[in-house]
């Protein structure tokens, strides 16, 4: 049986590269943050916008404890997710938790074009973008590097990428 958590910054390429996988191998992929839209029926940045933040987390803890129950299969997080409770150290123990790492730079570039559905950037103008994805990396680092294995997730940018980065994930796992 095997359990994947892929966690990363908005805009590491986490449900990219995900999918691809979980296609390739042939094994069950959860977004979590789709899980949690198709479970509320609500996107969530009406979550955010209802319940506010907390709210928000509240509910992504659990389904995240929902679908870290599944098997043969890998879950794509949320940015924030690794963030909050105890979810890293409760990851650790049902899984494999691989860190998707990207610069600011390249996550500024993707996150441009993904702003208005996140509701943590869409007030935020161009310029603002890379301060708060550079404070807000300090902040999540430790969180992220708690995780057992790690990965470069810039070279997510076309389907010969992918492809690679799917090959590249399986050896990190052993598969
Ligand atoms: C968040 C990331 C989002 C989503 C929510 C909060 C975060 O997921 O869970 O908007 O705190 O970084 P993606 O990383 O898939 O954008």
């Known amino acids: ?11 590491a390429g986490k449900t990219t590269l995900g999918r691809a996988f979980a296609k390739a ?4 992929f959860i977004d979590l943050d789709y899980y949690i839209e198709a479970r509320y029926r609500k996107t969530v940045r009406q979550i955010f916008e209802e319940r506010g933040e907390d709210g928000f987390r509240q509910i992504e803890r659990n389904l995240l404890h929902e679908a870290a129950e ?3 299969v890998i879950v794509s997080l949320g940015g924030g997710t690794p963030c909050f409770f105890d979810n890293m ?29 996140r509701p943590l950037l869409k007030d935020k103008s161009d310029e603002q973008l890379m301060d708060y994805v550079v404070e807000t990396m300090k902040q999540r680092a430790a969180f992220y590097e708690k995780a057992q294995l790690r990965m470069n997730g810039a070279r997510l ?19």
């Open 89 to 117: 150290d409760y990851m650790n123990g049902q899984g494999l938790t691989v860190y998707l790492e990207c610069s600011p730079e390249v996550l500024v570039r993707r996150l441009k074009l993904g702003k208005d559905k």
């Open 70 to 72: 599944f098997e043969d």
């Open 25 to 28: 191998m042939n094994m069950d």
């Open 1 to 11: 049986m095997i359990r994947i958590f892929l966690l990363g910054f908005m805009g």
């Open 157 to 175: 940018e076309s389907k010969k990428q992918v492809a690679e980065s799917v090959e590249e994930l399986r050896h990190l796992v052993n598969l």
